[in-house]
């Protein structure tokens, strides 16, 4: 039976790529100059920071543009609140999301049951979605759906299986 699998990863390299072009371009930018704006790839995320709120949003435009541009989604980002830091700076941390947690899952495979499609079944392994069915063509109308679909997460497609 054809197979495939749905997971939720996120490229990090193309993540430090793009952390570093926009900390090369929050440094040369003239509008950046003396707000000691920084950003930061960290284990828990990314972290950015700047003298005022303004700034920071500024900065938090900045990723966003580099993300687009490398083809990274911006599901995959989940920005935190803007916190007072020391020395009157803010600063703000955006937590990369990777892997298909259980509630997510659950949506998931109730979305793909609901298509109501012959044959084609779901079940989660892990921090993935494995998706049997019968027909290859079965198969390929659950990944149109659920790229149409419009889930708070990237989702990516592979393993495919006849």
């Not at 993540?15 to 828990?44: H, M, P, Y």
């Not at 609901?114 to 494995?130: C, P």
């Not at 049997?132 to 708070?152: N, P």
């Amino acid at each position: 039976m054809p197979t495939f699998d749905i997971t939720s990863e996120v490229d990090m390299q193309e993540v430090r790529n793009a952390v570093d072009q926009a900390a090369r371009e929050v440094a040369n930018r003239f509008d950046f100059k003396n707000t000691d704006s920084s950003i930061e790839l960290g284990d828990a995320g990314i972290t950015l920071r700047s003298s005022t709120e303004d700034r920071l949003r500024a900065v938090r435009q900045v990723v966003e543009e580099k993300f687009v541009k490398r083809g990274l989604s911006m599901k995959a980002l989940d920005w935190g609140q803007v916190e007072e830091a020391s020395g009157a700076t803010v600063r703000q941390l955006g937590k990369l999301i990777a892997g298909i947690d259980s509630d997510k899952a659950k949506q998931l495979n109730k979305f793909i049951k609901e298509l109501s499609l012959k044959g084609v079944q779901s079940q989660t392994q892990g921090e993935q979605v494995r998706v049997t069915g019968k027909k290859r063509d079965d198969l390929q109308a659950v990944i149109a759906a659920c790229k149409e679909h419009e889930f708070d997460f990237p989702l990516q497609y592979g393993n495919f299986r006849d």
